[in-house]
Each structure stands twice: as structure tokens, then as C-alpha cells.
């Protein structure tokens, strides 16, 4: 349940007044307050009544509402002061708003899944035509992801620490010569954990530079 | 291109997009056929899109995330939904609008997002990464350099939006930097 608020020259939710206020539609002097707090008392009454969860964005936006009328009221500023202090007060609050407003409109879009439907997922079109890959988005989940799927197949030796046999420099070179790449294939060619991780920092730097290009494919990341 | 040539293309783009499992853009359609120009493709995807909506029939090719593909009217899909076992999408409230803020104001800190929200959103934003909606598209050059956060192809994909230009327009989430430009073309006052 929205608060309806009725005031002689006002009818409607809470968060409306506070728009137009803000927007100097309405004057926050002629806001009758003690109205406000009654009429939100009641709707709070209301509530607890119903064993209801009290709405709380609904008192934030009262408690602003009072807020922004007694900081006028003790100061009694100039009009410019009371300009600055009325949007100071609700810009945020306006802000969030107009976000609830795009949260809304984005859920009335025909949503995937929810009221439209593509044709039923079978084969993924990668696995069947040759030519067309989909680019990955990279992302550092998924990729880590990947990382640690390999790390727990690939080797269990025991690593002993030594001087970097292996740099980023060195890998990058080497998978910068090769045209195509799998993620599983350097995990095979990795003699240890260490190897394979210098071999992934390469990759990333090559992506990084916008020389490799991620696909994917199921589950396999490629290198181009 | 003869009539003929041009009518064989559109059925051939029309067996590919009903194959395909998700949207294909007319650069991958130029990938596959490759005896065919961008522009020629170009003109038998748009002249199938009209031929479906003048068919009305129970499903269109949409234009969506950068590509075409085929999908249902909107008002059949509770008969779908009786077929389709998995839950239809759902999210919060609260994630719905963590993702209309990351969606109008990307590329947008983790930090950004709460000061806008007033609350924290670590869970949230879990949540939408998981879901592929959200990615983390860099850092903000700034002490700490936090992640910033932008939505995916995927994001467009399942609220079916052409690009990321033709999010619904409101009028208090004008771009304040540019960074998302206002719709162009037809539907560009469907925010309205």
C-alpha cells in the first residue's frame, strides 16, 4: 500500500509531493506539516495494525519532508537559501527516485524468458558451424573461474620454490607466435602450477594489449 | 542483385536465424555467407523482420543485443510458461534497481552505486555478475582504484534492447556526461 497524503491543495503518494516540491510546483511554507505527521502516523498505525512491514523509504521520505521544513523555518532565509536548502535536501532523494522509476520501466520491457520466448537452447551454434565463435566478454569472474577449474585438473606435483623459471615476458612471446590456443592445451603443456600461471598472466597481457582476442566455445577459452 | 538471388538470401538468412540459438549480427551473417555483401544481408534481414510482422504470426525477429532472432509475442508467452519448466526470470526489487543504476550511469564504482542507494550492494552485485547481467568493465582512476561495473550483451539480450543507446528514456537520468546518448530513430520515443 502506497501513503496517500491529502492536503487541501495536495492528494497523492508522498514521494509526488517531495517531486514537486522539489520541482517549485509547490511551496514546502504552505505544506500544511502537522497534517503530514498525523496522516503519517496514522498510515504507521495502519501497518503495525495489519502485522504489515512498514514501507521504509516511505519514512525516509517523511523524515526528509520534516527535515527540510523545520531547517526553513528556524533559519528563515532568503529565497536563495531556501532554494539551495530544498534541493540539497531532496536532490538525492529525487535521484533515487527517477532509479526506481528506470528500475520499473526496464521491468515492463518484454523481459526474457518472462514474456518472450527465443527458440529452445540446443546445441550452443558454436559447437556446430566453424567460423563464427562468439566473442567473450571478459570478465574477471568467469575468467578466474576457468583459472581455478584448470588448476584443479593440472598437475599435483609438489612445487619446489626456486628462481622464476619462467616469465610473463618469455609466455607472451610464445603465445603471441601462435595463432590459436586452448586454455586446456597450456594446462597440459605446464609442467607445474607455477608454469601454467605465468602462461595466464601472459594471456591476460596479450588480451590487455588488444593483441589476443578471447572466445569461447562451452566451456574452452581460445586465443586467437 | 536479381530478385531471385535477393529472394534465396532472404530465405537463407531466415534458415540461419531459425537455427541459431541466439541473436546473430549481420557481421556474422557475413561470415557464413560470404558470396554476399554486408549491404545485401543487411537488406534481407530488415525485408524478413517486415515480412514476419506483416504475417502476424505468434513470433517476430527482434532486433536485440546487436543481432536478430527469432522470438515470441509477448501475449502468448502464459501458454509458453506451461511448457517452459524453469521459473521465468525474476529478480528483486532491490537488484532491478541496482541494475537500472548501473545500466544509466556506466561504467559506475561499487561505491557510487551505495551513495545513490543508501545502502550496501556487495550481495546485489554478486548476484548480477553471476547472472552475467553486470561486468566489471575497469577500474576508476582514482585512490584505491575501485571496479567499476557496466551491463553485459547479455543484460540487452533479456530485457531486449538493440544496444545499451535505446535504454527506456527518463527524463531525471539524462546523461549527465554523454556516455549514453539518447535513442536515435524510430523508437526512440518509446520512453515517453
Not at chain 1, 567460423?131 to 569472474?141: F, H, K, S, T, Y
Not at chain 1, 598437475?155 to 586452448?182: A, D, M, N, Q
Amino acid at each position: 500500500m502506497d501513503c496517500v497524503i491529502k492536503l487541501p491543495e495536495f492528494e497523492g503518494p508522498l514521494d509526488l509531493l517531495l517531486y514537486l516540491v522539489h520541482k517549485n510546483e509547490m511551496d514546502i511554507f504552505e505544506i500544511p506539516l502537522s497534517s503530514i505527521t498525523d496522516q503519517f502516523l496514522d498510515y504507521v498505525e495502519a501497518c503495525l495494525a495489519e502485522g504489515r512491514r512498514l514501507n521504509p523509504e516511505f519514512l525516509f521520505m517523511a523524515s526528509v519532508l520534516i527535515h527540510l521544513k523545520s531547517r526553513l523555518l528556524i533559519d528563515t532565509p532568503s529565497e536563495e537559501e531556501t532554494q539551495e536548502t530544498q534541493s540539497e535536501i531532496t536532490t538525492p532523494l529525487i535521484g533515487y527516485l527517477s532509479f526506481k522509476e528506470a528500475a520499473s520501466r526496464l521491468n515492463s520491457l518484454e523481459v526474457l524468458f518472462r514474456d518472450v520466448f527465443p527458440r529452445r537452447p540446443g546445441n550452443s551454434i558454436e559447437e556446430i558451424v566453424v567460423g563464427i565463435e562468439r566473442e567473450l566478454e571478459v570478465d574477471l569472474a568467469r575468467l578466474t573461474q576457468a583459472f581455478r577449474a584448470l588448476v584443479k585438473r593440472g598437475p599435483t606435483e609438489k612445487i619446489t620454490i626456486s628462481p622464476p623459471k619462467w616469465t610473463v615476458r618469455e609466455k607472451f612471446e610464445e603465445l603471441r607466435s601462435k595463432e590459436r590456443v586452448r586454455l586446456r592445451e597450456l594446462a597440459s603443456i605446464s609442467s607445474c602450477i607455477e608454469e601454467f600461471l605465468v602462461y595466464f598472466m601472459a594471456l591476460l597481457e596479450l588480451v590487455f594489449q588488444g593483441i589476443g582476442r578471447i572466445t569461447e566455445s562451452g566451456d574452452e577459452v581460445e586465443v586467437l | 542483385m536479381t530478385s531471385t538471388r535477393s529472394q534465396r538470401l532472404e530465405l537463407i538468412v531466415e534458415a540461419i536465424l531459425f537455427f541459431s540459438d541466439r541473436p546473430l549480427s549481420i557481421k556474422e551473417l557475413e561470415e557464413i555467407l560470404q558470396e554476399h555483401t554486408y549491404g545485401e544481408i543487411k537488406e534481407a534481414v530488415l525485408s524478413l523482420k517486415k515480412g514476419y510482422e506483416a504475417m502476424n504470426r505468434s513470433f517476430l525477429l527482434v532486433e536485440v543485443a546487436g543481432g536478430f532472432q527469432f522470438r515470441t509475442r509477448e501475449e502468448f508467452s502464459v501458454f509458453i510458461q506451461r511448457l517452459y519448466r524453469s521459473s521465468p526470470y525474476r529478480l528483486s526489487e532491490a537488484a532491478l534497481e541496482t541494475l537500472a543504476i548501473i545500466a544509466y550511469r556506466q561504467p559506475i564504482s561499487k561505491g557510487e552505486i551505495e551513495e545513490l542507494r543508501g545502502v550496501d550492494v556487495s550481495h546485489i552485485l554478486k548476484v548480477l555478475l553471476e547472472k552475467g547481467l553486470v561486468r566489471v568493465a575497469g577500474r576508476k582512476e582514482v585512490p584505491g582504484r575501485p571496479l567499476l561495473y557496466g551491463t553485459t550483451k547479455r543484460f540487452l539480450e533479456v530485457f531486449g534492447l538493440k544496444d545499451i543507446n535505446h535504454l527506456p528514456q527518463i527524463e531525471e537520468l539524462a546523461p549527465p556526461s554523454g556516455e549514453i546518448h539518447s535513442p536515435k530513430g524510430e523508437d526512440g520515443g518509446k520512453g515517453h
